[in-house]
């Protein structure tokens, strides 16, 4: 686990906070999302199907630290879209870092080498460069060639100007293991502070709906890649979240953990479903079903997916819920998981000839004691 020491402190301040209030459900990464415009057509997204005029417009910087500020998060991540297409992301990025928040902005890095002087290092920001693979599957997934090669450089000259830098990588259906141990060894040459890893989630309106994981194929997927891992891997993700990711590790979803605002509002339930809005954050946050979702709620959209946002909540949970989950959890960050009795075997559903997509979401990215997602 790879964690700031001071953003550790910070939600282990905010969750000791809301337990001595009696809160049950409360925020800690608010996904603020100023624009759904990209520079990339993904498909497996499912954030930048809206009409033009959507797609033309953006929140203020004054609307996006009013959100922060009524949110109350320790995190924030804005994902996208693209942010660094918005005319004022220096001015957002600005004003959340003088609240010392801990900032992870999500990107594709096409345009970060070109903007680094608008931004200043500081250890509450890092950029958090979306990486899906190896070279081949990268510019396979984000539908454009050459996009890998520029995100590493953009990568490189974010760590020589002296930027904290994180990656983060969807998986989807045609993910080879081997060729992800490499990348993973790969991505940690480059010097980045930590991987961000998740399964893709099915969004109704991606124009690829062939590649994402079902739950228990990912399963199998994450078990063969995470099984026995370096100690040279850094993941700024919770070793709970990623025992779950292996069906090592029972959690339920978590949605509220990760508010999201955007162009519309508060976004019921989270970043990757759209069942309406709320006007105010206490509004979402009061007024919201929430047993309307989660796996065990039996409803369909949520069945099989394992992502972060909702997740990631969900391991601070089991972390702080018990003496047993604060132990168990020591034991993971101390000792590793344990060594599988027995080797994963392949996967025996055939696999998709390729696979396309990705989810810019850096949810929990950051989360201390569990933890862009994300």
């Excluded at 990464?29 to 959507?54: D, S, T, W, Y």
Aim: proline share 9%.
């Amino acid at each position: 686990m790879s964690v700031p020491v001071g953003q550790m402190m910070a939600v282990l301040r905010h969750v000791a906070v809301q337990r001595l209030r009696g809160n049950r459900r409360y925020p800690l990464v608010l996904m603020l999302e100023p624009l759904f415009r990209c520079n990339l057509a993904c498909g497996g997204c499912g954030k930048i199907q809206h009409p033009a005029e959507i797609l033309r417009s953006h929140l203020t910087p004054q609307q996006c630290l009013a959100a922060v500020d009524e949110c109350g998060a320790p995190i924030v991540s804005i994902p996208g879209g693209e942010p660094l297409l918005h005319p004022q992301v220096d001015e957002i990025v600005a004003g959340i870092v003088a609240r010392k928040r801990y900032l992870y902005l999500c990107t594709n890095a096409l345009k970060l080498e070109e903007m680094l002087p608008r931004f200043t290092p500081s250890r509450h920001l890092a950029f958090s460069v979306h990486l899906d693979g190896p070279r081949e599957e990268h510019d396979h997934a984000v539908c454009k060639e050459g996009v890998h090669d520029r995100a590493v450089a953009a990568i490189r000259a974010a760590r020589r100007a002296g930027f904290r830098v994180t990656t983060n990588s969807t998986l989807f259906a045609d993910a080879a293991p081997e060729r992800y141990r490499a990348f993973f060894d790969d991505v940690m040459a480059l010097g980045v502070e930590g991987m961000m890893i998740s399964p893709g989630y099915s969004y109704a309106k991606a124009p690829d709906q062939e590649h994402f994981l079902p739950r228990q194929r990912s399963q199998r997927l994450f078990r063969r890649i995470l099984d026995g891992p370096p100690r040279r891997w850094r993941f700024n993700q919770s070793p709970v979240f990623l025992e779950f990711l292996k069906g090592a590790w029972d959690l339920e979803c978590r949605p509220w953990g990760t508010p999201t605002y955007n162009l519309f509002g508060w976004q019921r339930p989270c970043y990757l479903l759209d069942d309406g809005y709320a006007t105010s954050f206490r509004e979402l946050m009061e007024e919201t079903d929430w047993d309307r979702y989660g796996r065990a709620s039996g409803n369909p959209k949520c069945a099989d997916c394992m992502v972060h946002c909702g997740y990631e909540p969900a391991a601070v949970e089991a972390t702080f819920g018990s003496l047993r989950g604060l132990a168990a959890t020591a034991r993971l960050v101390l000792f590793g998981a344990p060594t599988p009795a027995a080797p994963v075997p392949p996967d025996t559903e055939p696999a998709p000839a390729a696979v396309g997509g990705r989810l810019q979401a850096n949810g929990l990215a950051a989360l201390p004691i569990i933890d862009r997602v994300a």
